[in-house]
Nanobody
Framework: QVQLVESGGGLVQAGGSLRLSCAAS????????MGWYRQAPGKQRELVAA???????NYADSVKGRFTVSRDNAKNTAYLQMNSLKPEDTDVYYC??????????????WGQGTQVTVSS
């Protein structure tokens, strides 16, 4: 099993910054992609940013230029640097990772979520 533990959420004023971390542990052979999603109550979970093992990134239009996703492959950890935060960025942020437990067994895991609240 692969576990993801997120940290770094909290309360910040509009215009401020936060950095989220997501550490993967367990039976990991390789991780292909790690991503950050967010979900507001009653809404669907949406992709915020994702990064492949090779460093290719993808961002939601709403966060381009403000958020930066990165990862440390040696530590199986992904980060989300969030700058110029807006009240509409308030959500629960979830980490996702997909890869292989061994050469034959894939995995896809979610973290428990971390609350980000941006006050106006």
């Amino acid at each position: 099993q692969v576990q993801l533990v997120e940290s770094g959420g909290g309360l910040v004023q509009a215009g401020g910054s936060l950095r989220l971390s997501c550490a993967a542990s367990g039976s990991i052979f390789s991780i292909n992609a790690m991503g950050w999603y967010r979900q507001a109550p009653g809404k669907q979970r949406e992709l915020v940013a994702a990064i492949t093992s090779g460093g290719n990134t993808n961002y939601a239009d709403s966060v381009k230029g403000r958020f930066t996703v990165s990862r440390d492959n040696a530590k199986n950890t992904a980060y989300l640097q969030m700058n110029s935060l807006k009240p509409e960025d308030t959500d629960v942020y979830y980490c996702n990772a997909a890869g292989w437990v061994n050469a034959r067994t894939p995995f896809a895991s979610w973290g428990q979520g971390t609350q980000v609240t941006v006050s106006s």
